[in-house]
């Protein structure tokens, strides 16, 4: 499957890798103890955590399984995880490059499934759905989460541009009911699905650094941000915070079954 973007996730990731550190996981960590919560673990369990950047999800995972697997499309980021896993002393994570919707994975050779705060880079979503539900042996579980938008169009709209013009890898925040849509069609059943508000606050300064941003591109999302409506500024809680603009996001947080 030849998946180009006009900067894929891979270029993206590649150039950015070593910028993803403890902060990128601060602003995310609601979302990693909502999947340890609601995953099913044991040491029999082998995970397959997609997109998995530098490692924080599948470390997280690899002290309550027996074997977790990284699978990501930048080997930058592949080799940021390969030393946070050196660091941590794990021995039962193990690393793969690969795209989400094209995985160089043998059918049923996974229990779980893990993908956090990464499928609004996947180009098709429906695509890696039906991967992961191939890659999983019968009663497999995806657990996910990510960035969501809310039903209202304005809003929607809003923070897709925005996060297009930040980052040219992304693609798409969906909404709750979307992906509970995408999920039905590609043979899953969703058992928990919510969108849920982060209480954390994104720093605008950083999130920028994060994706290695122009000044072009500051520019335009600075613009945005100052001119967004009262509603879209009070569903995003976006505020000054010292001398600078923050904000937060809201997740989608799901398990869905084979």
Not at 161 to 185: C, F, G, I, Q
Not at 188 to 202: A, T
Request: include cysteine; glycine fraction near 4%; charged fraction near 20%.
């Amino acid at each position: 499957m030849n998946l180009n973007p006009k900067r894929s996730a891979r270029v993206q990731f590649d150039r950015q890798a070593s910028h993803y550190d403890s902060q990128w996981n601060r602003w995310s960590e609601e979302t990693l103890q909502w999947m340890l919560q609601n995953a099913q673990l044991s040491r029999q369990t082998c995970a397959l955590d997609i997109a998995s950047g530098t490692g924080f999800t599948a470390m997280a995972f690899a002290e309550s399984v027996g074997q977790v697997v990284c699978l990501d499309v930048s080997a930058g980021m592949l080799a940021e995880a390969q030393k946070n896993a050196l660091q941590q002393q794990m021995q039962n994570v193990a690393f793969i490059q690969g795209q989400a919707e094209c995985m160089p994975i043998t059918s049923k050779s996974f229990d779980l499934a893990l993908c956090r705060i990464a499928a609004h880079h996947f180009l098709s979503v429906p695509a890696f759905l039906l991967e992961t539900a191939r890659i999983l042996r019968d009663g497999g579980a995806l657990v996910l989460t990510d960035t969501c938008v809310p039903d209202d169009i304005e809003a929607d709209q809003w923070q897709n541009h925005l996060e297009t013009v930040r980052d040219p890898s992304h693609v798409r925040n969906y909404t709750a009911k979307e992906w509970a849509a995408m999920l039905l069609a590609a043979g899953w059943k969703v058992e928990k699905l919510h969108c849920m508000p982060c209480s954390v606050k994104i720093n605008l300064s950083d999130w920028l650094k994060k994706a290695g941003c122009s000044a072009s591109q500051e520019t335009e999302v600075r613009t945005l941000l100052n001119n967004a409506s009262p509603e879209v500024k009070a569903y995003f809680d976006l505020r000054e915070c010292g001398d600078d603009l923050c904000f937060a996001w809201h997740r989608v947080a799901l398990k869905a079954v084979l």
